[in-house]
């Protein structure tokens, strides 16, 4: 039995309930799709209402702008990003010279260069490391001086955002080989190598990072021979590497264990050294698996460098405290925090889309 042809047009011109397409379908699928749901987001909708325009009023509409005096600030109820325009200078670069700080803008640009050059999949190979061989003198020469007509600047007038870049850059890149080889050396068949892995490791993630840099800054000049001294930005930044090893290795070690025995058995099959097994089958598998865990540690570590405070180093944080200390401008803390935390959030927020893409790239071949 055939349709007639009225009743095919009609069939066929017949078009989706308007509350199931478009905006208003997407809305009643996702937001009201049941009565639980529905009054949630009715909830947020209504603390939305009560925060937000709130939120607008002190941040922009009633705020003070420009360069202008403390007590204009006392007399409104908005926020005096005047503040930033008189401390932005001490909380991005501590007390590095005024007039010389456009070279750590320049070393941090070129750091940020490098560091984004070698997330590329095509940048991975050996020309990398000439890259980096070139850009660490350099931006080494522009923080210390002293050479080429610069002023010479101690690094214990550094401070600020080149600060907090150079310590979590310089831990990760030190310390992610570093727990790698811990990794490794925890599953190792050798007890020996195994035992000091272990030891390591779990001494390291058993107490917290303000000890170990009191430790680092305090205690570890006391071994040292007789008249050799080793700077303190150096010994927090030994104790920063030794602390992200110690966390990294363990993120590796998941990932290591979560690979299947066959993988291992076949590269025996082939006749690998240990070295070769793991460069080439076990470690690239291993690490793409870890790779969430591998940089919800970098994100952890990044801001725990604030802690670097406590023993006199100024990163960004420290920078943003002293800031506050300044009797004039003191009580400005919303300010001066918010400021700080989009940094933050700004380099915390390119780790996470970065892994997210690398996740994306490296499963290519494995996608069914």
């Known amino acids: 039995m055939t349709m007639s042809d009225d009743q095919q047009m009609k069939q066929t011109s017949q078009r989706p309930p308007v509350t199931r397409v478009g905006v208003i379908g997407w809305l009643r699928a996702n937001l009201f799709n049941t009565w639980y749901n529905s009054i949630l987001t009715l909830l947020i909708l209504w603390l939305f209402y009560k925060i937000i325009p709130p939120f607008m009023d002190w941040a922009i509409f009633d705020a003070v702008w420009g360069n202008v005096e403390s007590t204009v600030c006392r007399q409104t109820d908005g926020a005096c990003w005047a503040f930033l325009y008189e401390k932005a200078n001490l909380i991005l670069f501590g007390l590095y010279p005024f007039e010389e700080q456009w070279r750590p803008t320049v070393a941090m640009a070129i750091f940020a260069t490098v560091?984004?050059?070698?997330?590329?999949?095509n940048a991975w190979r050996k020309s990398i490391f000439l890259l980096w061989a070139a850009a660490v003198p350099l931006i080494a020469i522009l923080m210390w001086g002293g050479i080429l007509g610069l002023t010479y600047v101690p690094n214990t007038r550094w401070g600020g955002l080149p600060l907090t870049l150079f310590l979590s850059g310089i831990g990760l890149i030190f310390g992610f080989p570093i727990g790698v080889l811990l990794a490794l050396g925890r599953r190792s068949h050798m007890p020996t190598i195994r035992t000091l892995c272990i030891t390591y490791i779990e001494l390291i993630r058993g107490v917290p990072l303000i000890t170990i840099l009191?430790?680092?800054?305090?205690?570890?000049?006391?071994?040292?021979?007789?008249g050799l001294t080793i700077d303190k930005l150096l010994r927090a930044q030994i104790g920063l590497i030794m602390f992200a090893s110690a966390y990294l290795a363990e993120a590796v070690r998941g990932g290591l264990q979560s690979l299947p025995s066959g993988q291992y058995e076949a590269a025996d099959s082939l006749g690998l050294s240990?070295?070769?097994?793991?460069?080439?089958?076990?470690?690239?598998q291993a690490l793409r698996i870890s790779i969430p865990a591998l940089v919800n540690s970098f994100i952890s570590f990044f801001k725990d460098t604030s802690l670097v405070i406590i023993i006199g180093i100024f990163d960004l944080m420290g920078a943003t405290k002293a800031a506050l200390t300044d009797a004039a401008?003191?009580?400005?803390?919303k300010e001066a925090y918010l400021f700080t935390a989009s940094i933050y959030f700004v380099f915390c927020f390119f780790m996470s889309k970065y892994s997210q893409y690398l996740e994306k790239y490296l499963n290519v071949g494995t996608r069914r």
């Open 274 to 284: 240990y070295w070769k097994k793991m460069r080439f089958i076990i470690l690239p």
């Open 214 to 226: 009191f430790m680092a800054s305090v205690m570890f000049p006391l071994f040292l021979p007789t």
């Open 329 to 333: 401008w003191r009580g400005f803390y």
């Open 115 to 121: 560091v984004v050059v070698s997330c590329h999949p």
